[in-house]
Structures are given as structure tokens and as C-alpha cells.
């Protein structure tokens, strides 16, 4: 059974940076595509970032150039590297994985494609 564990939210000024991580357990089958999406209250969740199984990377416009994803295949770990972070930024970020065959930028427009979801973690961006 596949598990996505988020970590690394808070609370910061704008202008910030925070790191979130999402831990992964448990084998995904055949590929590992990763994304990181985000959904602001009474919005729609979109993708922000993703990485295909060839380590190729997409973004979303409103975080190019700020956000930065990576992963350590050792660890199991995804991160999301977030700079000069907004008040628009302001959402719960979920980590997800995906076996398919899959494009970075098919899985950045997976908002609810993706086969394992993690739980979120909450990012607030406020003065």
C-alpha cells in the first residue's frame, strides 16, 4: 500500500521561503511520477509542480521562477522548494504519485488523476 506523508507547512510573512517534504512508502507500480498541487479555500485545486519518471519538471505559471521541485530517490522524499512566497499562495498543498505513463506537464494538470494522494499540509501567507 502506497502512503504520501506531507510536512513543512506554516505560517510566513510574504516574501518567505518554506520547504515542504512529502515522505513516500510502499511501491508504485511500473513509474514514478510526482506532483505537488494546492487548493485555496473555495477554489479549485491546481497543479504546481510535478516531475516525471525521467526526472523532467513542469510548473505551474504563478510559481515559475519560485518554486523549485526535487526529489531524493534514497529517502523516498519529494520536496517543494517555495521562494518569494505570496499571499496568493496561501492554500493546503498535497504531494501525489502516479505509475502511469505520464508527461511533467500530464501530471501538473492531474488535479485528480493522480492513483496516491497524501493528506495535505497547510501553507498561510499573511503579514
Known amino acids: 500500500q502506497v502512503e504520501l506523508v506531507e510536512s513543512g507547512g506554516g505560517s510566513v510573512q510574504p516574501g518567505g521561503s518554506l520547504r515542504l517534504s512529502c515522505v513516500v512508502s510502499?511501491?508504485?507500480?511500473?513509474?514514478?511520477?510526482m506532483g505537488w498541487y494546492r487548493q485555496a479555500p473555495g477554489k479549485e485545486r491546481e497543479g504546481v509542480a510535478a516531475?516525471?519518471?525521467?526526472?523532467?519538471?513542469a510548473y505551474a505559471e504563478s510559481v515559475e521562477g519560485r518554486f523549485t521541485i526535487s526529489q531524493d530517490s534514497a529517502k523516498n522524499t519529494l520536496y517543494l522548494q517555495m521562494n518569494s512566497l505570496k499571499p496568493e499562495d496561501t492554500a493546503m498543498y498535497y504531494c501525489?504519485?502516479?505509475?502511469?505513463?505520464?508527461?511533467?506537464?500530464?501530471?501538473?494538470?492531474?488535479?485528480?488523476?493522480?492513483?496516491?494522494w497524501g493528506k495535505g499540509t497547510l501553507v498561510t501567507i499573511s503579514s
Open positions: 501525489a504519485a502516479d505509475g502511469a505513463l505520464m508527461t511533467a506537464i500530464q501530471i501538473l494538470r492531474a488535479t485528480v488523476g493522480m492513483d496516491h
Open positions: 516531475i516525471d519518471d525521467n526526472g523532467n519538471t
Open positions: 510502499g511501491y508504485i507500480r511500473r513509474r514514478r511520477n
